[in-house]
């Protein structure tokens, strides 16, 4: 049964502060997904990493697949970033759905 | 935007009632997935469709049932609603090349059994 762990759960910086969330997963999970979540508010695929990193804008995704850990980081943090991320697992290509971790509740102040 | 409805958006129902969710998609994706979100669990996978009449079970597939007899919609049934089955319900497809899928949401269904 594949498994994917989060950490931290919860998490409160201050604006313009370096965020790391990190997410563990089990063998038989090939790819990462990473995604957001705005209070109330749909979710929102951010990356999909089977190797490497990935950028976009101000978030990095970062895969280690020896050590099956992936870490998302935020630069320059803003409260707008403030939402719920998740990562989720995949294997074989995805086409069976994903396993989800429980998610991260970031709150940036101002 | 990856044209994913589901309907109804919000949904009150009675213990023992059947209830349909339906989610419409406009792009003729091949796969597609019911995931129900709940706090403590976070998501998880109830069933999923990778064809027209081709669907399978998830993780939490007990007292769901699913229908997809269309590319383009794929319908989740509760037989006979249960309170443990309020939930917020996503629709999600699957986007991209093989070994680079991207999964698209759609607005999620609240769903609350009285």
């Known amino acids: 049964k594949n498994e994917v762990e989060q950490s931290p759960q919860n998490l409160t910086a201050q604006e313009g502060e370096f965020i790391t969330i990190n997410c563990s997963y089990s063998?038989?999970?090939?790819?990462l997904h990473w995604l957001q979540q705005h209070p109330g508010g749909g979710i929102v695929s951010l990356f999909m990493?089977?190797?490497g990193k990935k950028k976009h804008g101000r978030l990095i995704a970062t895969i280690n697949i020896q050590e099956k850990h992936s870490s998302l980081h935020i630069t320059a943090s803003h409260p707008r970033d403030s939402a719920v991320y998740i990562c989720?697992?995949?294997?074989?290509?995805?086409?069976?759905?994903?396993?989800f971790g429980k998610g991260t509740h970031l709150i940036i102040q101002p | 935007d990856a044209g994913i409805t589901q309907s109804p958006r919000h949904k009150v129902t009675e213990t023992g009632t059947p209830v349909t969710l339906r989610c419409h998609q406009t792009?003729?994706?091949?796969?597609m997935y019911w995931y129900r979100q709940d706090p403590g669990h976070g998501l998880r996978l109830i069933h999923y469709?990778?064809?027209?009449?081709?669907?399978d079970k998830g993780e939490v597939s007990d007292g769901y049932s699913v229908s997809r007899s269309k590319t383009e919609d794929f319908l989740l049934t509760l037989e006979s609603a249960t309170s443990s089955q309020t939930s917020v319900y996503f629709c999600?497809?699957?986007?991209?090349?093989?070994?680079?899928?991207?999964?698209?949401f759609g607005p999620g269904t609240r769903l609350l059994v009285l």
């Open positions: 990493l089977s190797s």
């Open positions: 989720a697992g995949t294997s074989g290509g995805g086409a069976d759905g994903l396993t």
């Open positions: 792009e003729n994706h091949r796969y």
């Open positions: 063998v038989g999970i090939s790819a």
């Open positions: 469709s990778y064809g027209v009449k081709d669907t």
């Open positions: 999600a497809i699957n986007i991209g090349t093989s070994g680079q899928e991207t999964q698209y």
